[in-house]
């Protein structure tokens, strides 16, 4: 049995976050970690969907992170 870790899905998600610009989507992230977290400080212990929308920037927020280091150590693409 083979882990295939690098399937069509995962493939084609790369392929749109290397399209994207990581500073707009850095931002973007931001945009939406701070009005989640405006909410959720309203009401801490109640669960609600802000929390999920949090966990999602938060994600995406270190993917275009990393994207952003990876260039400054490699040297790529900077204009």
């Known amino acids: 049995m083979r882990l295939e870790l690098n ?3 995962n493939m084609q998600l790369k392929s749109i ?3 994207l610009n990581p ?3 850095l ?3 931001l945009c939406l970690i701070i009005p ?3 909410d959720i400080l309203d009401d801490p212990l109640l669960f ?3 929390h999920l929308i949090l966990g ?3 994600f995406l927020m270190v993917l275009f992170l990393k994207q952003i280091f990876d260039r ?3 040297f790529d693409e900077i204009e």
């Open 27 to 29: 931002i973007a992230s």
């Open 7 to 9: 399937n069509q899905k």
């Open 48 to 50: 609600t969907s802000d």
């Open 72 to 74: 400054i150590i490699n």
């Open 36 to 38: 989640s977290l405006y």
């Open 17 to 19: 976050f290397n399209k």
């Open 23 to 25: 500073w707009i989507g």
């Open 56 to 58: 999602a920037g938060i």
